[in-house]
């Protein structure tokens, strides 16, 4: 009988196969795939691996992955499926937290570490072409880097149409998307670790305790996205009819402007050639000009 196997892009579930003490090359494969850095990746630490009950059923926690590599980086890794409208600015946050955690108070700032978050999304976010893109800190004119202590990488799995069997990142992405598609399949042979995340995945999915992990999380999500729904839309509706009383508080007002000015041309009327224009100009607050078409 064929297993059913979970979708990788659960966070619950990313983080069993990416982020699993039992499974260290898996996380390496992909880092090294997504830094591309000079020096390969060859070791790395994981610092947040608990996941207890409540923390699965919680629909506000994060389920991201944060490790340590052996020449000292800190990386943060998020997946996440639905648009916040707020994924830059978190993943800032998320930089920012990470980043000073390593700071006790004590010794040079410069022994802080450079710190890199990847943000692989299930919806499309920036106004670039590409699937996968890396920010810095640079100078706005010639492009020369600050630093390379802060590192952003969104992977933006929707953009990408076709696997490159010659990019690993792209390989892995079209795992995320679809780990039954036939050219992950085939690629399975060339690449130990992919093949080792398949088997990670189909475990998971054949286990009861996972498979009821997997539907709290589910479950959690889905509050989450009602509640995010549901706030959107009592802000929709107290945002028209604040609108709407506006709206009318302002017609009120501008039908009371109207009626005392015509009331005031009325008395300048009555006034004209009693008084001198001036005058009336001075007693009913109209212009000399409105005066003299009267």
Known sequence: MCTQLFDPKVDYVFKNIFGSEKHPKILISFLNACIKPKEPIVEVKLKNTEMTKEYIEDSFSRLDILAKTSTGELINIEMQRADERNMVKRSLYYWGKAYISEYTGKGAYTNLPRTICIN????????????????????????????????????????????????????????????????VISLERKVEELQEAKEELARISRDPKEAENYRMRENARNDRQNALLSAEEKGLKRGIQQGIQQGIQQGIQEGLTEGERKAKLEIAKSLKGILSDEIISEKTGLSLEEIKKL
């Open 120 to 183: 692989v999304l299930d919806f499309i976010l920036l106004d670039e072409e590409k699937f996968h893109n890396k920010y810095l800190i640079q100078n706005v004119e010639n492009k020369n880097i600050l630093t390379d202590t802060l590192e952003l990488h969104f992977i933006e799995i929707p953009k990408m149409k076709n696997i490159d069997e010659s990019d690993l990142l792209s390989i892995w992405v079209g795992f995320l998307e679809d780990p039954n598609n036939e050219k």
